[in-house]
């Protein structure tokens, strides 16, 4: 069973998309944070550890990136998912694998990014659509709205997934495979000079913070 889940890549893309509508779309339950589904997607690829570290690292250097107001950040759980998810299917327990992946996974969350700003789009003009329905007393539109975006939502996101951990995998594969061996050590010093980093990350945003509060 568990051999069968870590190379399903369907199912994964779809344990994604769920962590990922927690942004918008499903109450904002904090399950699309990187520190619970980077774990949680190691977790159905046999590597708990290694999606722990990935998402303790992005949680704390993207800690402020949320979706507040009219802001659109980037998806940090595609940073967390797709570098586990292409580590642990490639080359499982290989640190300097895992922080390539994150690399990679970086130009896929910009991507998103703008897959992200058309649906918002999307759902601006629906939501218009619903208003004037509204007007005129067919209020069942309300429900119906909801469904698509909900609907629609769930669907980019999920093709998305789909595409960036099979596209995405080739290409993390086949680029890695090329990596010069300075690189590599590079990316072995990085596995646990990051979590420095993030931390220093946290502390300048722990004191802007406080600032703010002061004036």
């Known amino acids: 069973m568990t051999s069968f889940i870590s190379g399903n890549t369907i199912f994964l893309a ?3 998309t769920l962590c990922s509508a927690d942004v918008i779309t499903m109450g904002q339950f904090m399950i699309y944070r ?15 550890s290694i999606g722990l570290w990935i998402g303790m690292i992005v949680e704390m250097i993207w800690i402020n990136a949320a979706p507040i107001g009219i802001a659109v950040p980037i998806d940090v759980s595609i940073l967390g998912i797709l570098s586990t998810f292409w580590m642990c299917k490639y080359f499982k327990g290989l640190h300097e694998a895992a922080i390539w992946g994150l690399v990679l996974a970086v130009p896929f969350a910009y991507l998103y990014r703008l897959v992200d700003i058309f649906g918002r789009d999307f759902n601006t003009k629906l939501m218009h659509w619903i208003e004037r329905r509204v007007q005129n007393g067919e209020y069942r539109y ?4 909801i469904f698509v975006g909900v609907f629609f939502f769930i669907v980019k996101t999920f093709l998305f997934y789909v595409f960036s951990m099979i596209v995405g995998g080739w290409i993390y594969r086949f680029i890695y495979l090329e990596l010069p061996t300075f690189v590599l050590k590079g990316f072995q010093k990085a596995w646990y000079l990051l979590p420095v980093c993030g931390f220093g990350m946290v502390m300048f945003n722990f ?5 703010l509060f002061k004036h």
């Open 14 to 16: 779809f344990i994604s």
């Open 34 to 48: 990187p520190i619970f589904c980077a774990p949680l997607l190691g977790f159905f690829m046999g590597d708990v």
């Open 207 to 211: 004191r802007k913070i406080k600032r």
């Open 142 to 145: 309300i429900n119906i709205g």
